[in-house]
């Protein structure tokens, strides 16, 4: 019962180094998000895939460009990291896009990135 | 910017009291849910609430969502030390949001004492 694997668990940057989280869900859902989680600003979206081949900018997309590669994989790629990205960030997954009932968002258990 | 506001941000009790956390916001939802996180670990989902005024129970937890939609609320009955964690509001705006565009509240952090 793998559900959302997101890698890797832990980085430290330099900055203006990049680097790409991956994810990947077993659960043959359409949609997929990234959301980052800083203490004391709740989660918030840098960008989501509602279904296979679209991708679409949340809240905070600055600094960050995503692959929607199949239905499974859903990278996150950080191309000259800054210390303004060191962040726990959590990879999602959904049967479909948005809240409604009987539509669980799952999370992965997320990436703690630091950027020195 | 439509924000989602809980509170209290922080909540530390005896093994047993009774509790309420409130999310709120001045915009309209078309749905809203609640997780619990817990250290090192994602979210996890624990109701979804799509009708104005509409209650639900998880055993001693009772989800409550306002007429309006604008607000929420979740109760705790009893809180046991196995209920301490970081609890989570979200929702999906009405009107004037994107699709898969899921708004956080920052989360109430509950303690439970022995």
């Known amino acids: 019962n793998a559900g959302v694997t997101q890698t890797p668990k832990f980085q430290v940057l330099k900055t203006g180094q990049s680097m790409t989280l991956q994810c990947a869900q077993d659960m043959n859902h359409n949609s997929m998000y990234w959301y980052r989680q800083d203490p004391g600003m709740g989660l918030r979206l840098i960008y989501y895939?509602?279904?296979?081949?679209?991708?679409d900018k949340g809240e905070v997309p600055n600094g960050y460009n995503v692959s929607r590669l199949n239905k499974r994989e859903f990278s996150l790629r950080l191309e000259s990291a800054a210390p303004s990205q060191t962040s726990v960030y959590f990879c999602?997954?959904?049967?479909?896009?948005?809240?409604?009932?009987?539509?669980?968002?799952?999370f992965g258990e997320g990436s703690w990135l630091t950027v020195v | 910017t439509q924000l989602l506001e809980q509170s209290p941000q922080f909540l530390s009790i005896q093994e047993g009291e009774n509790l309420t956390v409130y999310c709120n916001s001045s915009?309209?939802?078309?749905?809203l849910q609640w997780y619990r996180q817990e250290p090192g670990e994602g979210p996890v989902l624990l109701v979804t609430?799509?009708?104005?005024?509409e209650v639900k129970k998880l055993k001693r937890l009772t989800f409550q969502f306002g007429d309006a939609r604008k607000d929420s609320s979740l109760h705790i009955t009893a809180a046991q030390p196995g209920d301490t964690g970081l609890y989570l509001c979200?929702?999906?705006?009405?009107?004037?949001?994107?699709?898969?565009?899921?708004?956080f509240g920052k989360g109430t952090k509950l303690s439970v004492k022995p």
């Open positions: 999602a997954s959904s049967p479909s896009p948005g809240t409604g009932l009987g539509n669980t968002i799952y």
């Open positions: 609430v799509v009708t104005g005024g």
């Open positions: 895939s509602a279904s296979e081949g679209t991708t």
């Open positions: 979200a929702g999906a705006l009405l009107y004037g949001g994107s699709q898969g565009n899921l708004i």
């Open positions: 915009s309209v939802f078309s749905s």
